[in-house]
């Protein structure tokens, strides 16, 4: 159990075009899940908090009319990179948090490649 | 000062060692950690959860914390090739309602060899 799904596991996007990630939890409800950003032999920085029915909760330095997050779903939350820029090109992790057992733990998408050319 | 220190590697070590990964924190609000596993590309495996100071134990899989010093400990007993891999450690303080926001340390990449 506890299964997140991540889609695309890879994008080439040309500069000013806008990418859509999907984050989802396929067999457990996640009223909240995470947006990373991971630079290559770096941790992974949280970018917001995804809560389901409302808005989404941006780390410091994140930019929210660049990164939207729409939790529409227990199942489902999404991360469109609007008109990315080759900086933005990274690996972007999601996560889904449950609570079992009187914890709550974090279980990890695989993660999107993004590409800006 | 960053909040959790993580010594990066990479840390090469022979079929069948003990491996030793270590992280040390400052901030003292942090009560849950754990150890996650990251392949080339892949998202983290969780591996490790602990709340408590002191041992944990998991099959091959030694989870350590002390809280008084501000520094826990995994370690991987019978090393196999397919533990290769970057080991980061997280940890989270008690919140009321929400998510636990996670901080990571950098990770350890670790490359065990036949």
């Known amino acids: 159990g506890a299964v997140v799904s991540q889609h695309p596991s890879w994008v080439i996007c040309k500069s000013g075009t806008s990418v859509k990630i999907e984050c989802r939890s396929l067999?457990?409800?996640?009223?909240?899940m995470f947006w990373y950003r991971q630079f290559p032999k770096q941790s992974l920085m949280l970018m917001a908090t995804s809560n389901e029915g409302s808005k989404a909760t941006y780390e410091q330095g994140v930019e929210k009319d660049k990164f939207l997050i729409n939790h529409a779903s227990l199942t489902l939350s999404t991360l469109t990179v609007t008109s990315a820029h080759p900086e933005d090109s990274s690996f972007y992790i999601c996560s889904a948090q449950r609570y079992q057992g009187a914890r709550n733990i974090q279980y990890f998408g695989a993660g999107t490649r993004l590409s800006v050319l | 000062q960053k909040e959790v220190e993580q010594d990066p590697g990479p840390l090469s070590v022979p079929e069948g060692a003990i491996v030793s990964l270590n992280c040390t924190y400052s901030?003292?609000?942090?009560?849950?950690f754990m150890w996650y596993r990251q392949y080339s590309r892949k998202g983290p495996e969780l591996l490790m959860y602990?709340?408590?100071?002191g041992n944990k134990e998991d099959g091959r899989f030694t989870a350590q914390v002390d809280k008084s010093s501000k520094y826990i400990s995994l370690f991987i007993r019978d090393s196999q090739p397919s533990d290769s891999a970057t080991y980061l450690c997280?940890?989270?303080?008690?919140?009321?309602?929400?998510?636990?926001?996670?901080?990571f340390g950098t990770g350890t990449q670790l490359k065990v060899e036949l």
């Open positions: 067999d457990f409800q996640a009223t909240t």
């Open positions: 901030n003292s609000a942090f009560q849950y």
């Open positions: 997280a940890m989270s303080a008690l919140i009321t309602g929400g998510g636990n926001k996670l901080t």
């Open positions: 602990t709340y408590s100071s």
